[in-house]
């Protein structure tokens, strides 16, 4: 691979981590709108989130993960996954501590930025793919922003500056993808699989839950709109 095509894959990886942080400064814009639309909104947002996700796992995730595996591999990354995100909501919610949009937020990035890497060094599209997950981040930057600014135990600065730090591990796992990982597809796939199994989790768990809002039917269509934006996406990569 060509050092400029390197440098474009760090760039896509790079772009695409950076709509963390940029999820989280849309979620220090408060009190904009009246209290009801506010809180209508951030419902909304939180359901595009979960759409997004949802659709890693559908379109992205398990699609590539089920590619290299046994049906029992398959099954053991799948269910290790959400065991293991299990055990760590358990351990957080012991310590009185709620990270879970935090979490599979990352849980879905490093899986995808894995896979930038694998895409461009077999040939494949990757800034469609790119986009994708970017369009992904922003509404979970935003969730995770709001969830971690509840709990007061950092600063909207400290927050922001932690998922800026946190984009940068984008281009890291996008080489790993590429100079490591290419030449072991079970390896990625299993990855993929325990991703999705962690983030299916938390969705049933942890999100799902939070979007409803008595006497409110709009913020369900965020999810529809997030789960569309990914299927887009997908058609998109799928195509070129």
């Not at 760090?10 to 999820?23: D, F, S, V």
């Not at 959400?82 to 358990?90: K, N, P």
């Not at 709009?218 to 569309?228: D, S, T, Y």
């Amino acid at each position: 691979m060509t050092d400029p095509a390197i440098y474009t894959l760090l760039i896509i990886a790079l772009c695409a981590g950076l709509a963390m942080p940029a999820g989280a400064l849309l979620g220090c814009v408060e009190r904009v709108f009246p209290a009801w639309l506010d809180e209508e909104l951030r419902h909304g947002i939180l359901a595009m989130g979960a759409g997004a996700l949802m659709s890693a796992v559908a379109l992205v995730l398990v699609p590539e993960g089920v590619k290299a595996l046994s049906v029992t591999a398959a099954s053991a990354s799948f269910l290790t996954g959400s065991l293991a995100f299990m055990g760590l909501d358990i351990w957080l919610a012991k310590h009185q501590f709620s990270a879970s949009q935090l979490v599979s937020m990352l849980i879905d990035f490093i899986p995808e930025s894995i896979a930038l890497g694998t895409a461009a060094a077999i040939g494949s599209g990757s800034v469609l793919l790119g986009l994708l997950v970017a369009v992904q981040n922003f509404p979970e930057g935003f969730n995770a922003f709001r969830e971690l600014k509840e709990q007061g135990h950092f600063s909207e600065r400290k927050i922001i500056s932690l998922f800026t730090l946190m984009a940068f591990s984008g281009p890291v796992m996008a080489l790993i993808g590429f100079y490591w990982l290419a030449d072991y597809p079970a390896i990625i796939s299993a990855i993929m699989l325990f991703a999705a199994g962690g983030i299916l989790y938390s969705l049933l768990q942890d999100i799902a839950p939070q979007v409803k809002m008595d006497n409110h039917w709009a913020p369900p269509l965020g999810g529809v709109l997030g789960f569309l934006i990914g299927l887009l996406g997908y058609m998109l990569e799928s195509s070129s």
